[in-house]
């Protein structure tokens, strides 16, 4: 078993940045990757970005990709995703998710363990 947990949500305005972070807890020689989602009201749970657990690897959503950057300190086993130029369409719980594949998946259904997800909301 593996226990995730995500930080660092919040309300932020369009054009501002956020962190989020996420901290696996148990099993954690089991995980290869990392992933983090987003699902905003009445829409699916989405891909946002990926790492591999060594972070050498990582994916992006292309909604995303040149705005978010995922990262991983090895010394804390924490992933961290760096977001910024917010937009309002970038709003949306954002959860945390490990898996054992080695390369990063973008399918939601290839990960194994969840957290219980951040809330982020960028309004003016």
């Known amino acids: 078993q593996v226990q995730l947990v995500e930080t660092g949500g919040g309300l932020v305005q369009p054009g501002g940045s956020l962190t989020l972070s996420c901290t696996p807890s148990g099993s954690i020689f089991s995980i290869n990757a990392m992933g983090w989602f987003r699902q905003a009201p009445g829409k699916e749970r989405e891909f946002v970005a990926a790492?591999?657990?060594?972070?050498?690897?990582?994916s992006y959503a292309d909604s995303v990709k040149g705005r978010f950057t995922i990262s991983r300190d090895n010394a804390k086993n924490t992933v961290y995703l760096q977001m910024n130029s917010l937009k309002p369409e970038d709003t949306a719980v954002y959860y945390c998710?490990?898996?054992?594949?080695?390369?990063?998946?973008?399918?939601?259904?290839?990960?194994?363990?969840w957290g219980p997800g951040t809330q982020v909301t960028v309004s003016s």
């Open positions: 998710a490990s898996t054992r594949a080695l390369i990063p998946p973008r399918g939601r259904q290839a990960y194994d363990y």
């Open positions: 790492i591999t657990w060594r972070g050498y690897g990582t």
